[in-house]
C-alpha cells in the first residue's frame, strides 16, 4: 500500500517539523510580539491547556480557535478589502450598465460621491454587494476574486493587500497549529470572497472559513453541474451572527477568539462561556505612522462597546503600537 | 515546549498505527465487502489518487468524501431515526399539550393514525419537527437527543439505533481516512439530531457533519449566552441543497460521494463533474433477511430516478446481498 508508505513518511515528516519547530519556539514562538502582558496571557494560555495531565488540558479535538479578518488578520483602512474590491467591480461593470450613471448607489461610486454614498447607508452598501458579489457561478466568482488579488495594491502602503497582512497575527496562527489548535475565520465579509486566498496566506483551508453568505441554487447547465450565487443574504455573519455560525458550521465552541471592532463582541462572549479554559483577545489600532489608529469614531472596525466589555471580563486588549514589533511580513511572498 | 513534544509523540504514534494499519490493509482493508465489483472499484480508486507521482494523484487537501447518513452510513427502516426520535418525544412532550390530541398532524402521532399523518403531508412532517426540534437552546437538544439515542432500540433489530450502523461503511470510512481522506455527513437530516453520535459511531467529528439547518439566535439569558432554536428551517439539505451546501461549508468539490436514494443524486452529480478522477456509489437494499429490500416504491429512500442515473453515469451500485458480508457490527461497541 503505497499510499499508506507515504502517510508514514508525511507523519515522519510532520515528525522532524515539530522536533524543528520545538527548537525554534524554545527561543520565541511569536518573535513579533514584545514581551508584555498580551504576549505572555497567550504563551501562558498555551502551556495551561497543553499540558498533558493537568485539570486544565483540552482534548486536540476541542483545541478550537477563531480569527476575525478584517483589521486582525489583515488591514480594513481606509476602507474594507471587500468594499474596494466592490468599488472597482462597479466601475469595471459600469459600461454594461449605463443606468447607473444615474442610480444610487451606483452613481455615488461611479463619481466618487461620498456624500451621497453615505446617504444610501446600509441598504445602499448591500445593493452594491448584491450587483458585483451574485448573478455568477461561485466558480466564476473565484476566478473573479483571484484575479483582482493578484494585482491590486493598499493606496498607502503600494503592496498587494494579500501583503497586508499582520506579521504577528501569522505567528500567532501558526504557534497556536503547532500547538494542535484547529485555526477558523470568522468575519463579516463575504465567505466566497476570502476562500480564494486565505489557505495560500493564512494557512487556513476553505473549510474553515465562515463568513456573511449568500443564498445559492444548484442547476444542470449545458449538461454540466453549476452553483449560482443568489442575489439574497442567508446569514450576516457580524455581532451574533458569528457565534450562530461558529454553532453551524463548528458545532464546538472555540476555546480561544480573536477580534478587533464591535462586531466581534459576541464571538468573544460565546468563547468566554465555555467551560474549559479560554482566551479572548482584541486587536487595538494604535499605530498612526506604521498602520492606522482608530476605534470608536471609525466608521470601518468600530471599537466602542468592546473596549468597555474588555475591561470587565478581563481581555487582552493588544496595543498594536507597544505590542507589535514589527507589522507586515517584510519579504513580498506572493 | 511540553506541548511540542506531545504532538512528536502523537506523530509518532500515528506513525506505528499507520505501519500497522498498513499490514493489515495489505491483508484486506475492507473484510467485510465480498470481493467483486464494488469493491474493486474502491479500492483501485483509492490507488489512483494516492499514487504519488501518477497525474492522477490528488493532494491531500483535495481528498474530500462526503457521505449521506440514513439508508448509507445507519439503517432507516421502517422509518427514518430522527422520525423515530420525532414521534417518541411528540408522545413525551403531549401530556403539556393538551391539544394536540385534536389538532393535526399530533393527533395523528399520538392516535398512530397513519392514515391521517400521511394526509397531513410534508408540511405535517415539518410542523412535528418544528414542535421536537426548535424552541430550546443547542445546548438542551443536544442533551435531548443524546439521551434518547442512549437507550432507544429498533424495533425488528432490539439493538441501539446507533448500533444498527454498516459495518461494511465504517470499514470505508477508516479506510478513506487511513489514505489521507476527509469524511463529511451531507445528509438530510437535522444536523444538530447527528452531531451528537457522529464523533463517537463514525469517527465524524461535528465540523465534518452537514445537514439540514434551522435557523438560530444569540442571546443572553441571565448573563450567560445561548443560542436558541427558531420555528424556521434556514437550509434543506436534501437533493440540489447537498452541493449547495457542500460549497458553502467545504468550499472545495468532493473526490468521492457515497449515497443511497433520490436525494442524493445532485450530490453524486456534483462530485462527478470534479476534474479530478471521482468516485461515485449508490447502497442498494436488497436484502430483506439481513436488513431491508427497497427502491423505487419506498417511502423512506426512495431509489427511482437514482438507479437510472447510475447506469448512465456509471457509478458503482453495492447490492447489499451480494456486495456485503455481513450487515452490522457483530460487537455491540456503544
Redesign the interface.
Known amino acids: ?8 513518511k ?3 515528516l ?2 522532524f517539523i ?2 524543528a ?2 527548537a525554534i ?2 527561543n520565541d514562538p511569536l518573535p513579533s510580539w514584545n514581551d508584555g502582558a498580551a504576549k505572555k496571557a497567550i504563551t501562558d494560555f ?2 495551561r491547556v ?3 495531565g493537568s485539570p486544565e488540558f483540552v482534548p ?2 476541542e483545541r478550537i480557535a477563531t480569527f476575525d479578518n478584517d483589521g486582525t488578520l489583515w488591514n480594513e483602512q481606509p476602507m474594507y478589502v471587500e468594499l474596494a474590491f466592490t468599488f472597482q467591480q462597479i466601475a469595471k461593470m459600469a459600461p454594461q450598465h449605463p443606468e447607473w450613471q444615474t442610480t444610487q448607489p451606483f452613481a455615488a461610486v461611479l463619481h466618487h460621491d461620498n456624500k451621497a454614498l453615505a446617504a444610501s447607508g446600509d441598504a445602499g452598501i448591500v445593493k452594491l454587494f448584491i450587483a458585483t458579489h451574485t448573478g455568477m457561478t ?1 466558480d466564476e466568482f473565484a476566478r473573479t476574486v483571484s484575479d483582482w488579488l493578484a494585482t491590486a495594491e493598499h493606496p498607502r502602503f503600494h503592496r498587494l493587500y494579500t501583503q497586508c497582512i499582520f506579521q504577528p497575527m501569522l505567528e500567532l496562527l501558526a504557534y497556536l497549529r ?3 489548535f ?1 485555526t477558523y475565520i470568522v468575519s463579516g465579509g463575504e ?2 470572497f476570502m ?1 480564494p486566498f486565505t ?1 495560500k496566506v493564512y494557512g487556513i ?3 474553515q ?1 465562515i463568513g456573511t ?1 449568500f443564498k ?5 447547465n449545458g449538461g ?2 453549476e ?1 449560482e450565487r443568489l442575489p439574497e443574504v ?2 450576516l455573519d457580524d455581532g ?2 458569528k ?2 455560525n461558529i ?6 465552541k472555540p476555546i480561544a477568539a480573536f477580534g478587533n471592532s464591535d462586531g466581534d463582541i ?1 464571538m468573544l ?2 468563547t468566554g ?1 465555555n467551560t474549559r479554559p479560554n482566551l479572548e483577545l482584541l486587536v487595538h489600532h494604535t499605530d498612526a505612522d506604521r498602520e492606522y489608529a482608530y476605534d470608536r469614531q471609525s466608521t470601518m472596525g468600530k471599537l466602542d462597546k468592546g473596549l468597555i466589555e474588555a475591561a470587565e471580563k478581563h481581555w487582552i486588549v493588544v496595543n498594536m503600537k507597544a505590542d507589535w514589533k514589527t507589522i507586515f511580513p517584510s519579504a513580498t511572498v506572493q
Not at 1 to 8: E, G, I, Q, Y
Not at 216 to 220: A, E, L, T, V
Open positions: 500500500m503505497k499510499s499508506n508508505l507515504r502517510l508514514v508525511t507523519n515522519l510532520i515528525v515539530l522536533i519547530a520545538n519556539a524554545q498555551v502551556a497543553t499540558k498533558d486536540i479535538n461561485t503547532a500547538n494542535g484547529k465567505q466566497e476562500r489557505e483551508p476553505p473549510e472559513v453568505q445559492s441554487q444548484y442547476k444542470i454540466a453541474p452553483i442567508l446569514s451574533p451572527g457565534p450562530e454553532e453551524r458550521f463548528i458545532g464546538r459576541q462572549e460565546w462561556s
